[in-house]
């Protein structure tokens, strides 16, 4: 499993929360409880990893100038015209579009390399989170496995069903998942 497919881990977790059953209640919420801390590491990493440059954020700020000089204007207020898409998405209408485009793309040149390194960034992130995760899950064996899971819970429960190898291990002995 990569990182990034931790809270589908969760979700999947989440849907056969409900069954009883001792173990299986034990093992849910120990697993819950490592993929929750997981998590919160990934948030945290996410949050100090993908912090913006000062550099980028006045980047950022001066692309926004350039937009609001080459943006049209209301002609009461003098307040620049937005529009939102289908997505819900608010731009600016643009009064000479080629114009805007051909200065925000000498902008860009200009500060090539603050632009780099904002991409290597974010690449070393994204290389990070497609990286296989190991966290060691508590297993119980299929015998307690609550009846009544649906296939798709019993799929979304497998990384915590023992096989036959991890029932041969010494109590106490947990199996790292890859």
Do not use: C, W
Not at 17 to 36: Q, T
């Amino acid at each position: 499993m990569k990182r990034k497919d931790i809270s589908r881990l969760k979700e999947q977790l989440t849907a056969a929360g409900n069954y009883p059953g001792v173990k299986f209640r034990y093992a849910y919420s120990k697993n819950m409880r490592r993929i929750d801390t997981e998590m919160a590491a990934l948030e945290d990493t996410a949050r100090d990893s993908l912090k913006p440059s000062p550099e980028f954020i006045a980047f950022q700020e001066n692309v926004e100038a350039i937009k609001k000089t080459h943006g049209e204007k209301d002609p009461i207020t003098g307040a620049p015209v937005l529009k939102q898409d289908a997505q819900g998405n608010t731009h600016y209408v643009m009064t000479d579009m080629a114009a805007f485009t051909a200065d925000v793309l000498k902008f860009q040149g200009e500060n090539k390399a603050v632009l780099d390194a904002r991409d290597a960034q974010m690449a070393a992130y994204n290389a990070f989170m497609e990286e296989e995760l190991d966290i060691l899950f508590h297993k119980i064996p299929d015998a307690d496995v609550p009846e009544g899971l649906t296939a798709a819970e019993y799929s979304g429960i497998a990384f915590m069903i023992a096989d036959d190898e991890d029932l041969d291990r010494p109590r106490g002995t947990l199996t790292v998942m890859k």
